[in-house]
């Protein structure tokens, strides 16, 4: 298998826009290219995430409208659906075009557009992602899969509501110094506390926001990528399902799949969980942050809530995790989020994520999760 | 053509007449619902239909303050995943419960919830 690299990033603005994610993407892979200073005729596959486009935009087929839009129309392409981490296994599926030997220069990357329809709207369309007969007929939502993870975790370690509100004030914190976050004011823990109940015990400010945005990836082989001014390299890239039906996973103050997908990952890259300088993981709710540090072997079973207390995943502690601000801070596109952030993963490799950068970072890993925590992804990047 | 030993729809039916069905493995002994086509245990397909008791306890639930479009008049419900007494697990709505004595721990008894034609879990007190 060759070996694979990310020579060009971007992302556009996350928050409200009045553009199709088609143009979105667009905006992302044009930035991109212009990084790798490739032009767009160099691509030779478009690998796309976007979910939830047939409801908000009246738009299936999204994969060639993108690269329609985008000017390059003729380039065999994909669309991806993993519920939230759809960029991500569209990044897995690109690494292995290039590394299998198919393709040089591929693009990946992915949009999504929801603050076009009420909140109420968008609700329902994510909770399209939880089994329509056996938990939508429920009521079930999305924050209400991850409150039932909370109560079971705070059930299991005496995980606190404090301690999850501590990751959010710490990605608002880091949000604040990206100019691409749809937040950049900081928070309180007594705001988060007092915030309004959407699914007990998560309160909004322990949810992540409806986002528009787009982001984009340019991936080559490593022939292509000695000629780039500097490569971050794909180390491992692994992908882990579990039970889609939350009353068939055995245990809800663990997320499977994440601790599947990393062991695969550090197996790939023969790394650990300590070789890891930087992370950039899928924290659509405080408790799936916590959750996933444990999964990822940052911490112990149990530990995750005492780690954000102590501000050990904060820029400057022993580990930082989502230096961009996570999805909480950064905004959470759904079909967008993966690439994003790989892109964020890549620019503090690169050395280049001025203020918020982590010093000396060497390794970055990269965590999505998909819908019911049933699809995960996890990646591992280096530098030169 | 093999045909499986329980549908969702069987399910549901029978749930509906306050009767929840599980699939005992016919060769390891594991014990599944909703219907699976084959053992996740031991791959075998090898089903039997078993009655279970409705008897269980809560493991996790949530109380949904923002509801999707279609229970947008519901809100507050609550929604608790239960482990059976019998060692499979369902997710539900939990009626007639204050919600404020919501715990994990509390037992709770299926009840069948019917709304417009269709049947979904539901749980009452013990």
Known sequence: MRRVAVIGVGV????????????????????????????????????????????????????????????????????????????????????????????????????????????EESTEYFAYASDARWEQTLGLTFPGVFALVARAHMARYGTTEAQMAAVAVKNHKHGTLNPKAQFQKEITLEQVLKSAMVADPLKLYDCCPFTDGGAALVLVSEEVARKARRPIWVLASAAASDWMLISDKRDL?????????????????????????????????????????????????????????????????????????????KGHPIGATGAAQIAEVVTQLRGAADRRQVDGAKIGLTHTLGGNTATVLVSLFGRD | MTEPVITQRHFFEKAREGQLTAMRCGHCGELSVPPKTFCPTCSQRRWEPIGLSGEGTIASYTIIRVAPRAHAAEVPYAIAAVHMNEGVSLLGRVVDVPLERLTVGLPVRFRPLVSGGQTAVGFGPA
């Open chain 1, 12 to 119: 556009t603005k996350f928050g409200k826009h009045d553009r199709t994610s088609a143009e979105l993407f667009a905006e992302a892979a044009a930035d991109a290219l212009a990084d790798a200073e490739l032009p767009a005729s160099a691509v030779q596959a478009l690998y796309y995430g976007n979910v939830v486009g047939g409801e908000t935009e009246k738009q299936l087929h999204t994969g060639p409208q993108a690269a329609s839009v985008l000017g390059i129309p003729t380039v065999p392409t994909t669309r991806f659906e993993t519920a939230c981490a759809s960029s991500h296994a569209a990044f897995r599926h690109a690494v292995m075009d290039i590394a299998s030997g198919t393709s040089e220069v591929v693009l990946v990357g992915g949009a999504e557009r929801v603050l076009n329809v009420t909140t």
């Open chain 1, 253 to 329: 103050s663990r997320v499977p799949a994440t601790e599947r997908a990393a062991a695969a990952a550090y197996r790939q890259a023969g790394l650990g969980p300590t070789d890891v300088d930087v992370v950039e993981l899928h924290d659509c709710f405080t408790i799936a942050e916590i959750v996933a540090t444990e999964g990822l072997g940052l911490f112990e079973p149990g530990a995750g809530g005492v780690a954000a207390e102590k501000g050990w995943t904060s820029l400057g502690g022993k580990i930082p995790v989502n230096p961009s601000g996570g999805l909480k801070a």
